[in-house]
């Protein structure tokens, strides 16, 4: 049930993104629908938030508590931001000056890819202990060295797909806030865009890998 709920989170947040190519009242109810979830994660994962009192700190934890703020703080100024920009379901609510507020989408537009990219590195960081459990899950107690680099190979194929992703939707730019109107991702049909999207929560997600690898290594 636990992994399911991230299956969804994923594919919601995915969903999302593709806003160009969705009608506004079901961006928008989506939008409002993934609280949903995001609220069931916290509940699930309250003993997070209770231990950060307890214990001793170093490099890889402090990173993953800036990480977890990062990305809450991310996701709330989506969903703020989204609904004091909403066209359909807060439209009787927010008054019109500030719903026709440019920079308020131009904050909801950064936001929303801080949130995929923030994701992305949550997802990555915790990717060793769920591989794990997946791999006992389905029996597999070991790998063979062709299995490892297969796998090897299709990260790194997977990066670089993701990395071209970035590229092609101006990530970056997203990021500094800049005005962007049309990207070259947008010109892909709307599976194809959500693929791009997922590449590029992949390779943060990968991202995220590297730097739990880290922490790895710090607690031996």
Known sequence: MRYLLDVLLVMMLIF??????LPPVLHEAVGVAL?????????RNRRYVSSLGRGRWNGPRLV??????????????TIVSGCLTSSVLFADVVPFSL???PSLYQLHSAAARYFLVLAGLHLGWHLPTWWQRWLLAA???????????LLLGLGGLFGAVGIYAAHQ?????????AHLFMTPALAYSGAGYALAQAGILIVFAEIGWLLSLWKGVHSK
């Not at 999302?16 to 190519?21: G, I, N």
Request: hydrophobic share 50%; with cysteine; proline share 6%.
């Open 16 to 21: 999302e993104m593709t806003f160009f190519y």
């Open 35 to 43: 609280l949903l979830p995001i609220v069931w994660h916290l509940v």
């Open 64 to 77: 993953r508590l800036l990480l977890n703020i990062l990305l809450v703080v991310s996701c709330l100024v």
């Open 99 to 101: 719903r026709s507020n």
């Open 139 to 149: 029996g597999i107690k070991s790998r063979p060295l062709p299995a490892r680099m």
């Open 169 to 177: 939707d101006r990530l970056v730019e997203h990021l500094q806030g």
